[in-house]
Each structure stands twice: as structure tokens, then as C-alpha cells.
């Protein structure tokens, strides 16, 4: 059992490690932050959640936009989120306007005051 915990806590202090030094590796263009939720989905459920939009311009052609998340819990301290998202203007055409992949580790298991959660995009 102590071999299992420690190679968690290794784990996870490896993802913390690489978390603090990915900024030196590369520069983003944007640098902001942002918090989330320290909850996680359990493991092994698959979550899907459409999200339409319908835009009624006055001056031109109505449009559906449409961006859909699939959130499966992998394990109960990682989260892996996929986005796509899409288009369709009425007497026009429709559009794929991108993907989107994200990745939330929480690296303490219990509860603290504070519970920092690793996010990753791409």
C-alpha cells in the first residue's frame, strides 16, 4: 500500500513540476487567470453537453452556432474535456470553427482550504 502512495505522490509531483516549468519552455501570446472547480467527474462518466446558439442579425442571414462538450472522468483526480464547436448561416454555408481539448489534474486528494487544480489546454 505505501508503494502505491508513493509513486502517487510522485506522480504528482512530477505534474506539478512540469505545471511551474512550462512557462519556460515556451511563451504564450496571451497570459491570464482564470479559477475553476476543484470538482472533478467521477471516473468513468461521460458527460455531454450541447450549447446552441441562434442569431437573428437584422441586417444579415440568421446563423446556429453550435459548441458541444464531451467530459469524461478518466481517474478521480483527472478530468479530459473535448470541445467542437460549428456554424451554420442560412443561405450560406456552415463551418467547423474549432476544437478544443482540456485537461484538469487535482494533485491533493483530500480537502484543504485551498484545493489547486492543473489545467491544460490545447
Given at each position: 500500500?505505501?508503494?502505491?502512495?508513493?509513486?502517487?505522490?510522485?506522480?504528482?509531483?512530477?505534474?506539478?513540476?512540469?505545471?511551474?516549468?512550462?512557462?519556460?519552455?515556451?511563451?504564450?501570446?496571451?497570459?491570464?487567470?482564470?479559477?475553476?472547480?476543484?470538482?472533478?467527474?467521477?471516473?468513468?462518466?461521460?458527460?455531454?453537453?450541447?450549447?446552441?446558439?441562434?442569431?437573428?442579425?437584422?441586417?444579415?442571414?440568421?446563423?446556429?452556432?453550435?459548441?458541444?462538450?464531451?467530459?469524461?472522468?478518466?481517474?478521480?483526480?483527472?478530468?479530459?474535456?473535448?470541445?467542437?464547436?460549428?456554424?451554420?448561416?442560412?443561405?450560406?454555408?456552415?463551418?467547423?470553427?474549432?476544437?478544443?481539448?482540456?485537461?484538469?489534474?487535482r494533485p491533493l486528494a483530500d480537502e484543504h482550504w485551498i484545493n489547486p487544480v492543473i489545467y491544460v489546454e490545447f
Amino acid at each position: 500500500m505505501s508503494q502505491v502512495r508513493n509513486s502517487l505522490v510522485r506522480a504528482r509531483a512530477f505534474l506539478l513540476l512540469c505545471f511551474f516549468a512550462a512557462p519556460l519552455a515556451g511563451r504564450a501570446d496571451d497570459v491570464y487567470f482564470v479559477t475553476y472547480s476543484h470538482n472533478m467527474e467521477e471516473r468513468g462518466n461521460l458527460e455531454i453537453a450541447p450549447n446552441l446558439v441562434l442569431g437573428v442579425p437584422r441586417v444579415a442571414n440568421r446563423y446556429l452556432a453550435n459548441w458541444t462538450e464531451l467530459e469524461y472522468g478518466v481517474t478521480g483526480w483527472w478530468t479530459s474535456e473535448f470541445y467542437l464547436e460549428g456554424q451554420k448561416t442560412f443561405h450560406d454555408s456552415t463551418i467547423l470553427t474549432g476544437l478544443r481539448w482540456e485537461n484538469r489534474f487535482r494533485p491533493l486528494a483530500d480537502e484543504h482550504w485551498i484545493n489547486p487544480v492543473i489545467y491544460v489546454e490545447f
